[in-house]
């Protein structure tokens, strides 16, 4: 059975252990035609020479660069320009089994009819699980939005739509999703399991002023795309965020 190539784009600076556990989680992964794409910043905590020892591993066809770059966004463009997969993934955290990429491709395979598929993660911290992400489908108008980690993406999607816009500081990766999914025009298949254990932090999931950064660049992401009452749009999101937050303590409780 044909099984289309898969890009797995990892972006990372001086981020060496997080790079050690991604790396593990897709060589655990059942599917074969994988490719591993990585985007270094010009790290010199011993990630490029630990990418060369990974160069030399037979089974996995890994393509990286290691220079200066404008920020993750800008990075993660790089990545889109080098990968070769007729499916694509942005990823920086842990699967959360060795079958996620096959359940992925195959929910793409059994729905023609939409660009990508995506799932349900968990943010997790030190061992704690602080955040539980579980949106299935709806739409951006609702405050809706996938979990970007677990998104896998048709290659003609970044063709027609384009990449990140690198002026924004925490919420391009939304300011995408929103531009391929508004309006309905688009559909992504949903696996109903978590697949993705999230290292938990970053800009946008890190204190108030990163809330507050986030907030106005989404509401900016969805004015800029033509979305009626960006600032409501935006309050409904972090309504959804808010939940999430609750859902932890029953989610731990199953």
């Known amino acids: 059975m044909y099984e289309p190539k898969v890009s797995i784009i990892l972006t990372t600076y001086n981020s060496l252990k997080n790079l050690e556990q991604t790396y593990s989680s897709i060589t655990t992964q059942d599917y074969n035609n994988i490719e591993i794409v990585v985007v270094d910043g010009g790290s010199t905590d011993g990630t490029i ?19 200066p770059d404008n920020g993750i966004y800008d990075a993660m463009n790089k990545g889109l320009k080098i990968a070769t997969g007729d499916l694509l993934l942005f990823f920086n955290d842990i699967f959360s089994s060795s079958s996620v990429i096959r359940m992925l491709v195959s929910a793409v395979n059994k729905n023609k009819n ?8 968990l943010y997790c911290q030190n061992g704690k699980i602080k955040r539980q992400w ?12 996938p979990a970007h980690p ?10 027609v739509y384009g990449g990140f816009k690198t002026d924004y500081k925490c919420a391009a990766d939304y ?29 946008s999931s890190n204190g108030i002023k990163a809330y507050c950064i986030s907030f106005f660049e989404a509401s900016r992401a969805l004015k800029e795309n ?11 999101r972090t309504l959804k ?14």
């Open 150 to 159: 677990t998104l896998l993406l048709h290659r003609e999607i970044f063709n």
């Open 226 to 236: 033509g979305i009626s009452r960006p600032y409501l749009v935006s309050l409904k």
């Open 114 to 121: 939409c660009i990508g598929a995506h799932g349900d993660l």
């Open 175 to 203: 300011e995408f999703m929103v531009r391929i999914l508004k309006n309905n025009t688009n559909k992504l298949a949903y696996v109903p399991e978590v697949l993705v254990y999230m290292f938990y932090g970053g800009t």
């Open 49 to 67: 020479e630990r990418l060369k020892e990974y160069e030399k591993i037979i089974k996995y066809n890994i393509h990286w660069i290691s220079e």
């Open 241 to 254: 965020v808010l939940r999430q937050f609750l859902n932890v303590n029953i989610f731990k409780k199953l």
């Open 134 to 145: 579980k949106m299935g489908n709806g739409n951006i108008e609702e405050g809706w939005m």
